[in-house]
Nanobody
Framework: QVQLVESGGGLVQAGGSLRLSCAASGTFLRLDDVGWYRRGPGNERELVATITRSGSTAYGQSVKGRFTISRDNDKNTVYLQMNSLKPEDTAVYLC?????????????WGRGTQVTVSS
């Protein structure tokens, strides 16, 4: 069984910062590629950032220069540092991970953590 838990969301004023965490636990061999996504008030899903196991990163255009994705492979945890937050960053943030298990790679979604940015 696998558990994927996001944390670190909350209410912050515009210009503030938050750090999200996505921790994977359970029975798997390796945490591979990870992505952070968000679902805004219109319920559309947007790619925020991705990171490979080796640390290569990519970002959505709307967050470039403000957000930083990183990971700790020993802790099976991926982080999203969010700076200079704007009201339009308000969304449920979800992590999506590829986990390598004995029979191949499986994809999992977390339940999400709410980020609310007030103006």
């Amino acid at each position: 069984q696998v558990q994927l838990v996001e944390s670190g969301g909350g209410l912050v004023q515009a210009g503030g910062s938050l750090r999200l965490s996505c921790a994977a636990s359970g029975t798997f061999l390796r945490l591979d590629d990870v992505g952070w996504y968000r679902r805004g008030p219109g319920n559309e899903r947007e790619l925020v950032a991705t990171i490979t196991r080796s640390g290569s990163t990519a970002y959505g255009q709307s967050v470039k220069g403000r957000f930083t994705i990183s990971r700790d492979n020993d802790k099976n945890t991926v982080y999203l540092q969010m700076n200079s937050l704007k009201p339009e960053d308000t969304a449920v943030y979800l992590c999506n991970v590829d986990l390598y298990v004995a029979k191949g790679t499986w994809n999992y979604w977390g339940r999400g953590t709410q980020v609310t940015v007030s103006s």
